[in-house]
């Protein structure tokens, strides 16, 4: 059995999502049962010892780090954005520095909410325009850190447009 709960443990620490007794026994080749007990007992060692980790069960199974240590998380790592918040830092990549307002004009009004998201993350910075009526935004040394991307975002757009030159190429 101690080899079963380190093998589940193995499962918990890669998978990306919560995983039901059913896809772990599946993916290990196991009786259900077995797992049930087996995860019981994990669930037990890591709540037994004072760490950073937990099983959370609450939707199924995984691995996670206490809520008391995110802070920690998200410094090195920021929590994943959703499509629609990676589709206005694309656009502010892409288009820096772009006027706040303009961005509203290409994402719509969701737009704000986004930068507000951004910003905290510190993916992008803002500074008042000339006019003081909007902000420019540009992306931050920690958003080509993020993307693991060497140098700045005009490298970025380089290769975007050359991939654009490329296709044109391909289909003559």
């Given amino acids: 059995m101690e080899n079963l709960k380190a093998r589940i443990e193995a499962v918990l620490f890669t998978t990306a999502k919560a995983l039901t007794?059913?896809?772990?026994?599946?993916i290990l080749e196991v009786e259900n049962e077995?797992?049930?007990?087996?995860?019981?007992?994990l669930i037990m060692d890591y709540a037994s010892r004072d760490g950073a980790l937990e099983i959370d069960d609450e939707n199924g199974y995984i691995l996670q780090v206490k809520e008391e240590h995110m802070d920690i998380v998200?410094?090195?790592c920021p929590v994943d954005l959703r499509p629609a918040v990676m589709r206005t830092l694309a656009v502010i990549a892409l288009k820096e520095p772009i006027r706040q307002t303009d961005?509203?004009?290409?994402?719509g009004s969701t737009a704000y909410e986004h930068?507000?998201?951004?910003?905290?993350?510190?993916?992008?910075?803002?500074t008042r325009d000339k006019n003081g009526r909007s902000y420019n935004l540009k992306t931050t040394p920690k958003f080509?850190?993020?993307?693991?991307?060497?140098?700045?975002?005009?490298?970025?757009?380089?290769?975007?447009?050359?991939?654009?030159?490329?296709?044109?190429?391909?289909?003559?």
Avoid: C, M
């Fill in 115 to 126: 930068v507000a998201e951004l910003l905290e993350k510190e993916l992008i910075s803002r």
């Fill in 34 to 41: 077995q797992i049930e007990e087996s995860i019981l007992e």
């Fill in 21 to 26: 007794t059913n896809e772990i026994a599946e």
């Fill in 74 to 76: 998200e410094k090195l």
């Fill in 103 to 107: 961005l509203k004009e290409l994402r």
């Fill in 144 to 172: 080509a850190e993020y993307f693991k991307l060497k140098g700045d975002t005009r490298a970025l757009e380089k290769l975007l447009e050359q991939g654009k030159l490329d296709e044109k190429t391909d289909s003559k």
